[in-house]
């Protein structure tokens, strides 16, 4: 079907743009046809009934409008500074306008004389109020030119600005276009939805967004708007999930053997938690249903996923099949197989590990028994999914730490079979539920809310540098008790280079302070090779050295139980939910643990209502929603490699919460009756689903 929407014209045709303009449309704000114009939305309103006084001006406000006269224009300055100024002023007091572009045309067109309006945003300059480059127009004209008391803004850049197209101009842009759009446009929404949720039509919440007659009208159309977007990533998520499952047909582990059973009877060292029993409960109603399972298990750090992953593989191998586990790190796939052959000691199950410095007899052993079956667990790093790993029957997949995998690793380790195995994946990042329900709103949800018993909880302090002595001195009495610190810096991409050189400067410090041969001090970081990361690490968890410095590569799983102290260098560099996993790493034993936050004296405030989280509370779901709303959905973990295929236009994850499940439940209720969205009452979603993802399908998630 050829369609000549109106609104896929390019943006060079409204008038009023042109070629340059629309060079610099494209280039600046993604702007190329008449719909991107539509959809570029005002980030916020201005009240152009409201007038400020000039006594009441202060350059902490934000857009100011006044009424007034020009009192007469000069010209300051030399060279870059030339600039034009107007003493502007009220019945209040006076101000100074300045202009250093433009200047001619603002002195013959604006003479002194009549009353003006002036809007901009006042400054300060030797004790004077300014506004530099205000709007201004004559008062008698304004009056005619408004229509709406809320007026659009629109951010724009300094190029625009340069080429006048400020947000004043991007206004009467969105005014012309509105103008050539004569038809009302098609609804994107079926019509039994628009009516059903009372929403605002798209005609006129497309009119409405750009201008308001008011805040109730305006409330309106970002909703529908806001309701339309969000609507649309639930229903494609979940059409998504529904086709796989009509699609896939899974393995059925029917039951539950005596891998299983010997393991829980005489090999589990503790009594399962609550939400252990509960998560293994939803696994295998996964796993005996007859779909592939595609599951999210979230849970706090040490709230004993790794067992839960365990007893899932066994089920597994109960049934005949083999499973896997990849993690992250080769630290932590090597502690995975240490702790699963431990735990797995007396049963009869072959289990391996295959990592990048596997050497080549071991692969080829491990090779050969993956194919004729004897090897029932693998486990290993990004080496799994090499094309050369080949499995005779993956009934399972386990991802550890899942958010450290791009999509297309994880999608690649999925197809080493035939027939999609069950998938679960795993993280000890919390995300924030409905966050989680687009990120990863195509995998049900398992969640381990409750630690096991006995733990106490870490105690969190806050030294900034100056206070240094004090923390050492702190750390020499925990060694003397027996205990054993962590030191970590922060390793940023950005700025790797001098993040080694605070760790190796940081090391030269400690080092000093806690001298050979009365300290051991052991160190890791991510440029080491791997032969030497073990040593160091195995010097660490033996108890030979009482501290490990390190970079971030021991956020992710090291357990050493007898570790006590954690000291977090440059913690303010550090994002919540990377400080929740670093404190994660120690309060494993049974003794008092300790988090030490070192940061500079000077902190930007966002930064100190970080740490201050981070002392208040050590729940992982609330700092992961501090964080959401402190930084925005873009900076949490995992977020950038989401299923969110374009920028979001109006909504917030962080803020739009309840209308995100809302509108996910609004969307299952829609794919329950009508799985294939074949009913014509319908057929409008599927157009849009179309237009909006179709080219963008590879993102999809895990599976
Ligand atoms: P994570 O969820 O961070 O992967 P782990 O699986 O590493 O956590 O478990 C953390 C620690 O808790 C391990 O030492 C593990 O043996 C222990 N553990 C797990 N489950 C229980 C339980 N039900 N009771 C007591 N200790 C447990
Ligand atoms: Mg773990």
């Not at 999210?296 to 191998?317: F, N, Y």
Request: aromatic share 8%; glycine share 6%; proline share 4%.
């Amino acid at each position: 079907m050829i369609t000549t929407d109106i609104l896929d014209s390019n943006i060079t045709y409204l008038p009023g743009v042109g070629p340059k303009r629309a060079e610099l449309l494209n280039k600046e704000l993604s702007i190329y046809n008449f719909r991107d114009l539509l959809y570029y939305f005002p980030y916020k309103y201005i009240d152009r009934t409201k007038y400020y006084k000039i006594e009441e001006l202060d350059p902490d406000l934000p857009l100011v409008q006044i009424k007034g006269f020009i009192r007469g224009y000069s010209t300051e300055g030399h060279g870059k500074g030339k600039r034009l100024t107007a003493d502007f002023q009220d019945e209040t007091g006076t101000i100074k306008l300045v202009w250093f572009k433009g200047t001619k045309w603002i002195s013959g067109n604006y003479p002194p004389g009549p009353e003006y309006v002036i809007f901009g945003k006042p400054g300060v300059f030797n004790g004077i109020i300014n506004i530099i480059h205000p709007e201004i127009e004559a008062s008698d004209k304004l009056t005619e030119r408004i229509s709406s008391a809320l007026q659009a803004q629109y951010s724009t850049t300094e190029k625009l600005k340069d080429n006048f197209l400020t947000s004043k101009n991007i206004s009467k842009l969105a005014g012309n276009l509105l103008k050539q759009l004569k038809l009302k446009l098609p609804e994107t929404l079926p019509s039994w939805i628009v009516k059903h949720y009372g929403l605002m039509e798209l005609d006129q919440a497309l009119r409405k967004i750009h201008f308001p007659s008011g805040p109730e009208e305006l409330e309106k159309a970002r909703y529908r708007l806001k309701f339309e977007e969000l609507f649309y990533i639930q229903l494609n998520l979940i059409r998504f999930k529904t086709n796989r499952s009509l699609k896939n047909k899974g393995f059925i582990f029917s039951t539950v053997g005596t891998y299983f059973n010997s393991f829980y009877n005489n090999n589990l060292p503790f009594r399962l938690t609550e939400a252990q029993k509960k998560v293994m409960k939803e696994i295998r109603r996964d796993l005996g249903s007859g779909k592939q399972m595609n599951r999210l298990l979230q849970g706090d750090v040490g709230s004993g996923k790794t067992l839960v992953a365990l007893m899932s593989m066994l089920i597994a191998i109960d049934n005949g099949y083999q499973a896997c586990i990849m993690a992250p790190t080769e630290i932590l796939a090597n502690q995975h197989y240490q702790t699963i052959s431990a735990l797995l000691r007396g049963i009869d199950i072959k289990v391996c590990l295959l990592t990048g410095s596997s050497k080549k007899a071991d692969r080829k052993i491990i090779a050969e028994s993956l194919l004729d079956r004897s090897l029932n667990i693998l486990i290993g790093t990004h080496a799994l999914i090499e094309d050369n790993v080949r499995f005779s029957n993956l009934g399972l997949v386990i991802i550890d730490e899942q958010h450290r995998f791009g999509v297309e690793q994880r999608s690649r380790l999925w197809q080493k079979n035939l027939h999609p195995p069950h998938v679960l994946v795993m993280t000890a990042t919390p995300i924030p539920r409905t966050l989680a329900m687009t990120l990863y709103g195509d995998l049900d949800v398992s969640v381990i809310d409750e630690l096991p018993p006995g733990r106490v909880p870490v105690k969190t302090m806050h030294f900034n540098d100056r206070e240094r002595n004090k923390v050492f001195g702190f750390v020499r009495n925990q060694i003397r008790e027996g205990r054993q610190v962590y030191f970590v810096y922060p390793l940023i991409k950005e700025s790797e280079t001098m993040d080694y050189k605070d760790l190796e400067d940081g090391w030269d410090t400690i080092s000093r302070v806690f001298p050979s041969p009365e300290y051991c001090i052991s160190i890791l970081h991510g440029k080491m090779a791997p032969a030497d990361k073990e040593r160091s690490m195995k010097l660490f968890k033996d108890g030979h050295a009482q501290i490990l410095v390190a970079t971030t590569v021991i956020e992710v799983g090291v357990d050493v139980p007898n570790a006590s102290v954690m000291v977090i260098e440059s913690a303010e560099r550090f994002g919540l939910s990377q400080l929740h996993q670093l404190r994660g790493r120690v309060g494993r034993g049974a003794d008092q643990s300790y988090c030490i936050l070192m940061s500079s004296d000077k902190l930007s405030k966002e930064a100190l209502k970080r740490l201050e989280v981070m002392i208040r509370s050590s729940d992982g779901f609330e700092i992961a929603e501090t964080d959401l709303q402190l930084r925005g959905p873009g900076d949490i973990e995992g977020t950038q490699q989401s299923g969110i295929p374009f920028d979001l236009k109006i909504s917030n994850l962080a803020r739009d919460g309840q209308l995100i499940e809302y509108v996910r439940r609004i969307a299952e209720g829609i794919m329950n009756t009508d799985p294939t969205l074949s009913d014509t009452k319908n057929a409008v979603l599927v157009m849009e689903l179309r237009r909006l993802f179709s080219l963008k399908q590879s993102w999809s998630n895990i599976s």
